[in-house]
């Protein structure tokens, strides 16, 4: 049997955990947009046709900002053509997904939806097809209050009041050859410094995102973000990356174990920043914005050049089994543990398009097995993230090398006492015994242990039966001189939340 023996004090911070790290990503991509938080005459929209059934899973989520319009669709679009009213509005060809664009959803809807999901917009701005002129009417219309051409137009389209949009990404995935606009590093870098100049002149409150690599196997990765840097590192607040993983033929092994890849395309990002600043002599503590991660079976998308001409097409709707929900907890985790640098966070995407999300036209929504780890860290991580000193045993992965059997990210609120504990358990058949020293934290009981995974790793929720797969609650864990002792069964992500003890 594995064991982890774990050591958690107050004392030893990372930093605190930011709501941000619970974002998500709207894209106008498949049914994303249209079937998904959107279709006027669903039984469960509103007058604006927002999905309400939608909207209640995305709360439920816990989703704290949402990435807007893309996405590869932001580097060929025209902002205006989603605003103003919407019979006078035009269909376009969208080369990103090869779809029929209609803009019935256009940025005046998504901001009244993000009001309604209570949540933070985060937009961004064409540098594909467009450059800084573009970018600075958008921001212009969104954010200025009045008497201008852009804000008063605004005005006109029945939004009085400016939208105070904080977040703004320079573009998408700039190195990547499929990108309408790709371009080189040194050439985005210029263009993206220039941009954040010129936007920050309309508003200076706004927070800018450069484009990173958009994975870590690029050809240019390290380079591209160097460079990029090298223009933009003074004007910009955060460089991006981006992340999807799968499984590889039958490496279960390597699968359970992607955490450790993200670790370390995070730490590389880190030290690419660092060695920037190094460079520049600067101070400034360079943030990341990883806007775009999630599990997707890639190697099954055959590619957007052979699709088919649809308005809002099926596109790349991935169903979730038990296993992808052990290993999205462990991403999750992998954020957590880089708090310190990692300021946002955007799961890629919210509803239909491989989302936690599902919905069809003739039933309600539903929640898929990704949802349950998202939900409930986004819940119950609170406070500080704790640096954990965790000793397991190691097994060997094709992709990763070495990696440990056990895997443990710890949180704590001062204000109430509570201490959350997050642990994976990748070994395939045997149940770890997980030995975690409470001392610091004073008299603990565990108010609730809640697990994903089990004996059926391949099972999945579906439209027929939308709550097969649910978090199941353990027994059997004791404290004993502020030590907790706990099992975690095989293939299981696991969160097990501890109270002080009721006077």
Not at 50 to 73: A, H, I, T, W
Not at 217 to 225: A, L, Q, V
Request: net charge negative.
């Amino acid at each position: 049997m594995p064991t982890a023996q774990v050591t958690l004090d107050p004392a030893f911070r990372i930093a605190p955990v930011g709501r941000r790290l619970f974002g998500s990503f709207v894209e106008h991509m498949g049914r994303c947009v249209y079937g998904g938080i959107h279709e006027p005459g669903h039984s469960e929209a509103d007058v604006d046709g927002n999905r309400l059934d939608v909207l209640k899973l995305v709360r439920d989520l816990g989703v704290s900002v949402v990435r807007y319009p893309g996405g590869n669709f932001v580097s060929g679009y025209r902002w205006e053509d989603g605003v103003g009213p919407v019979g006078n509005r035009p269909r376009r060809l969208d080369l990103a997904w090869r779809s029929i664009e209609t803009n019935a959803f256009g940025l005046n809807e998504f901001m009244a939806w993000s009001k309604l999901a209570k949540l933070e917009p985060m937009l961004a701005v064409n540098l594909g097809t467009r450059g800084i002129q573009e970018a600075c009417d958008l921001l212009e219309y969104t954010n200025h209050p009045g008497g201008t051409r852009l804000s008063d137009l605004r005005r006109a389209h029945g939004v009085a009041e400016p939208h105070n949009v904080r977040l703004w990404c320079l573009g998408n995935e700039m190195d990547g050859p499929w990108q309408i606009g790709h371009t080189t590093a040194d050439a985005y870098g210029r263009l993206a410094a220039e941009t954040a100049k010129a936007m920050r002149q309309v508003d200076p409150t706004i927070e800018l995102v450069a484009c990173g690599s958009s994975n870590a196997d690029m050809p240019t990765f390290g380079s591209w973000e160097a460079t990029v840097l090298d223009h933009t590192f003074e004007h910009v607040d955060y460089i991006s990356l981006h992340a999807y993983y799968e499984q590889n033929g039958d490496d279960r092994a390597s699968f359970l174990a992607t955490a450790a890849g993200m670790d370390r395309f995070i730490e590389g990002i880190v030290a690419t920043a660092d060695h920037v600043a190094a460079k520049k002599k600067s101070r400034k503590r360079l943030m990341l914005s990883f806007d775009e991660w999630n599990l997707w079976q890639q190697s099954r998308f055959g590619g957007h050049t052979n699709l088919s001409w649809e308005q809002a097409p099926r596109l790349i709707e991935d169903t979730y089994t038990v296993q992808d929900a052990v290993v999205f907890g462990s991403l999750l985790m992998s954020l957590l543990r880089h708090a310190d640098r990692v300021a946002i966070a955007c799961l890629a995407q919210l509803v239909n398009v491989i989302g936690p999300i599902r919905a069809e036209s003739d039933r309600p929504a539903w929640a898929q097995t990704i949802f349950h780890p998202f939900a409930l860290t986004a819940q119950h991580a609170r406070g500080d993230v704790l640096r954990v000193a965790t000793t397991t045993d190691l097994y060997d992965t094709a992709e990763h090398g070495a990696v440990p059997l056990v895997d443990v990210v710890a949180t704590h609120d001062s204000e109430s006492g509570q201490v959350t504990v997050f642990a994976i358990n990748r070994h395939t058949n045997e149940p770890a015994r997980l030995d975690i020293d409470l001392r610091a934290f004073g008299d603990l009981v565990v108010a609730e242990h809640l697990y994903l995974g089990g004996d059926d790793l391949d099972a999945a929720n579906s439209i027929e039966t939308p709550e097969r797969i649910a978090p199941v609650r353990a027994t059997g864990h004791t404290i004993d001189g502020g030590h907790l002792r706990a099992s975690a069964p095989p293939v299981t992500w696991n969160m097990l939340r501890l109270v002080p003890r009721p006077a």
